[in-house]
């Protein structure tokens, strides 16, 4: 069953006039007759007009029902090339602005778009005409910026959740690129051409392609999925902060959130970067090679002080802690019973990850109150293995003892024996 489409109930959310009757079709819903559109494109020789039939088997909107006149326009009820009659609202080939006409007139119909999915949000065109997209096509009229089609290609249009979808997760980066990486097409607005490669060399891609963790942010994660725009200053945070929420908590209360937002200064990009962000180490921290605090502190001074005493601190849990685990897999292999100890160890870790997160605070004592329990932990722990350790010793040498009790006392039975045969 096909639902129909009311053509003159074209959303008010498109802001551009519709030559009048252009879009009015009277839906192949009309017949139960075979797709005529469909047959005789399929017919012909040009891959270019029979392409779009074999790819659109498999297009969400075939699965639901609707056919080639539900964008083109036309009448299929009509014979041959009198079907693609302009006044039967025949559209041919949508371009620019047109794109948008077309989705639009279901997408961002709510009512009708809830017969369907009433999950499914409505408010893309919308979105879309505020995004730098967006505000070119229809401020500028440049058709070099993407429409619907450019990210959800026509005739292969998938939901997300699908991975062979253009908008999957893991093939949205390749989207984007596809226009964001071509240096030919992006040379007339002098921005840069690297996201593509730089995003591939972060340890989000790493996350979502290698480790397939969904929840790793890929392009549309941080500029929007159709209000696409570069974060501003005020809100990088924010983008972050959506998954990172402890870590932007912490930044937010910091000396750093304050002077940041004053100077222009983006956030957690401005240490962590936006499209190639790498795995983190201690290193970053201090006034060492490395440490992302000396691009703007001095050493001995200031925040530079305070970055080389967190440092510090967090060098001496992770020291305690590599001792005690060590210990207690020495004793562990020499088969001692050291499961609760290492079961204990665990909250060092824990503690040192918290040391890590509380950075962000740029607040020494948050630091250090993590590194103090941790140090706790570890303590416990060093004392412990080293007791195993001593029992092991003890047992060794109460071995050897009884070892030599029993080599004596079999030496002088043997002795016994032989003194007894020579007797006899
Ligand atoms: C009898 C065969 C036939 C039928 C029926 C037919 N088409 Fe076509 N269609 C063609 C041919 C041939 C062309 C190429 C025309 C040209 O290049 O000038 C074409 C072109 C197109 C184009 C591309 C227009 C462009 O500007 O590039 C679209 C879109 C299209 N048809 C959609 C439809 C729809 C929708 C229907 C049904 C309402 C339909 N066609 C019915 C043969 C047909
Ligand atoms: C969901 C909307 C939608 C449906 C349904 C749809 N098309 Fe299209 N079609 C488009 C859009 C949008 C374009 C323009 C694509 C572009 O510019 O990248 C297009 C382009 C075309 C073209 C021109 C291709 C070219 O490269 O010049 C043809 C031919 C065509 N469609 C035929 C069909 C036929 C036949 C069907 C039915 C089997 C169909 N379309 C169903 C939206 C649709
Ligand atoms: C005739 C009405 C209609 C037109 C025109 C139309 N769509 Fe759809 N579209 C739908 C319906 C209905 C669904 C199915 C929703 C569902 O089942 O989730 C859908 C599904 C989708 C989905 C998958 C949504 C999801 O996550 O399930 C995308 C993406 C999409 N359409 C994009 C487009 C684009 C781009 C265009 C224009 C080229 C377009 N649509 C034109 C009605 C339409
Ligand atoms: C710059 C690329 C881009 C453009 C342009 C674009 N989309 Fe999308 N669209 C996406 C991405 C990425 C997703 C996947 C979002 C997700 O993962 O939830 C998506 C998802 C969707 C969905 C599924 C529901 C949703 O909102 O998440 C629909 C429907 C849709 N788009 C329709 C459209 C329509 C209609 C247009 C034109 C007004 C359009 N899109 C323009 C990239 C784009
Ligand atoms: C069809 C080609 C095309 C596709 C696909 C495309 N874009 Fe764009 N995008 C452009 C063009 C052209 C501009 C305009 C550049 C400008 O104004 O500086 C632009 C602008 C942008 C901007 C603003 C840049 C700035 O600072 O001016 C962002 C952010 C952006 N796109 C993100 C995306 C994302 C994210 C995707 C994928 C979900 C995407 N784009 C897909 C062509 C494309
Ligand atoms: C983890 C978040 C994040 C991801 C993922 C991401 N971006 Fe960005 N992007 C940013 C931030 C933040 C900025 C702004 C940098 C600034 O203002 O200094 C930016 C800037 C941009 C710009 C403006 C020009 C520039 O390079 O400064 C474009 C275009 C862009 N990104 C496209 C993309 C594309 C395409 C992808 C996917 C391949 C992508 N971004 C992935 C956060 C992200
Ligand atoms: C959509 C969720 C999401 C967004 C948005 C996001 N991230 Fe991530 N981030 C992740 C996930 C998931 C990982 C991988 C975690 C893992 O595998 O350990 C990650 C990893 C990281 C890492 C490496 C952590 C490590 O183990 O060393 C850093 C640093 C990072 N993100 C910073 C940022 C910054 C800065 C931004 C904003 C520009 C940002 N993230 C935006 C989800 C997100
Ligand atoms: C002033 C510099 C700076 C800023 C700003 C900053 N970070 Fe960090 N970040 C670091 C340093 C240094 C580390 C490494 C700490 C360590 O391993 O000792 C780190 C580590 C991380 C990690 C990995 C933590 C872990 O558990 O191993 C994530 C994720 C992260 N930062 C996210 C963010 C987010 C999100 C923001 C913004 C809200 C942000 N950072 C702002 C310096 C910064
Ligand atoms: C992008 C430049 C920048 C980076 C990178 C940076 N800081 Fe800062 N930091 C500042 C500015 C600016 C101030 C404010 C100085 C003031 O209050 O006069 C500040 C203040 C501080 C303060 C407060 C000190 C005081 O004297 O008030 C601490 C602590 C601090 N930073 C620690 C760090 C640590 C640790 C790192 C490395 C993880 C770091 N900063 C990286 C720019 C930076």
């Known amino acids: 069953m096909i639902r129909r489409v009311d053509w003159s109930g074209l959303l008010v959310a498109v802001v551009i006039a519709v030559p009048s009757g252009a879009l009015r079709a009277q839906a192949a819903a009309d017949s139960a007759a075979p797709d005529m559109c469909a047959s005789c494109h399929a017919s012909l020789p040009m891959e270019r007009l029979a392409g779009p039939v074999t790819l659109f088997a498999d297009?969400?909107?075939?699965?639901?029902?609707?056919?080639?006149?539900?964008?083109?326009?036309?009448?299929?009820?009509?014979?041959?090339?009198?079907?693609?009659?302009?006044?039967?609202?025949?559209?041919g080939r949508p371009v620019g602005r047109q794109v948008l006409q077309?989705?639009?007139?279901?997408h961002s119909d709510a009512g009708f778009m809830r017969q369907y999915n009433p999950g499914l949000r409505v408010d893309q065109v919308v979105e879309y005409s505020s995004s730098v997209h967006g505000q070119r096509l229809m401020g500028q009229g440049d058709t070099a910026v993407a429409t619907c089609v450019s990210c959800h290609?026509?005739?292969?249009?998938?939901?997300?959740?699908?991975?062979?979808?253009?908008?999957?997760?893991?093939?949205?980066?390749?989207?984007?690129?596809?226009?964001?990486?071509?240096?030919?097409?992006?040379?007339?607005?002098?921005?840069?051409?690297?996201?593509?490669?730089?995003?591939?060399?972060?340890?989000?891609?790493e996350a979502l392609s290698a480790l397939g963790d969904r929840s790793a942010p890929t392009c549309n994660d941080c500029h929007g999925n159709h209000g696409a725009a570069p974060p501003g200053v005020g809100w990088v945070g924010n983008v972050c902060g959506q998954c990172h929420s402890v870590m932007a908590d912490y930044f937010a209360t910091s000396r750093h959130a304050q002077v940041f937002t004053a100077m222009g200064i983006p956030g957690c990009a401005a240490c962590h970067g936006n499209h190639a962000i790498a795995r983190t180490n201690d290193t970053l921290l201090g006034v060492g090679d490395g440490a992302v605090c000396v691009r703007c502190h001095v050493a001995g001074a200031g925040g530079g002080l305070v970055a080389a005493s967190m440092r510090q601190a967090i060098?001496?849990?992770?020291?305690?802690?590599?001792?005690?685990?060590?210990?207690?897999?020495?004793?562990?292999?020499?088969?001692?019973?050291?499961?609760?100890?290492?079961?204990?160890?665990?909250?060092?870790?824990?503690?040192?990850?918290?040391?890590?997160?509380?950075?962000?605070?740029?607040?020494?004592?948050?630091?250090?109150?993590?590194?103090?329990?941790?140090?706790?932990?570890?303590?416990?722990?060093?004392?412990?293995?080293h007791g195993a350790l001593d029992d092991l010793r003890f047992r060794r040498v109460g071995l050897g003892v009884s070892t030599g009790v029993i080599v004596l006392l079999i030496g002088s039975l043997v002795l016994r024996i032989w003194q007894l045969e020579r007797a006899s």
């Open 59 to 91: 297009d969400i909107h075939a699965h639901q029902g609707f056919g080639c006149v539900d964008c083109h326009g036309g009448d299929p009820t009509a014979p041959g090339f009198a079907s693609m009659d302009p006044r039967r609202g025949f559209v």
């Open 315 to 385: 060098d001496s849990l992770h020291a305690s802690f590599m001792l005690a685990d060590s210990l207690l897999q020495t004793a562990e292999q020499a088969g001692m019973e050291v499961s609760q100890p290492q079961f204990d160890l665990e909250n060092a870790q824990t503690a040192l990850l918290q040391a890590r997160t509380a950075v962000h605070t740029f607040v020494h004592d948050s630091v250090q109150r993590h590194v103090d329990e941790g140090l706790e932990v570890t303590a416990s722990a060093i004392t412990r293995g």
């Open 102 to 106: 077309v989705c639009g007139r279901c």
């Open 153 to 205: 290609p026509a005739h292969q249009i998938r939901p997300p959740s699908d991975s062979r979808s253009s908008v999957a997760p893991e093939n949205v980066a390749t989207t984007c690129g596809a226009c964001h990486a071509d240096t030919v097409r992006m040379q007339p607005y002098g921005i840069p051409t690297n996201q593509l490669e730089r995003y591939q060399e972060s340890a989000h891609w």
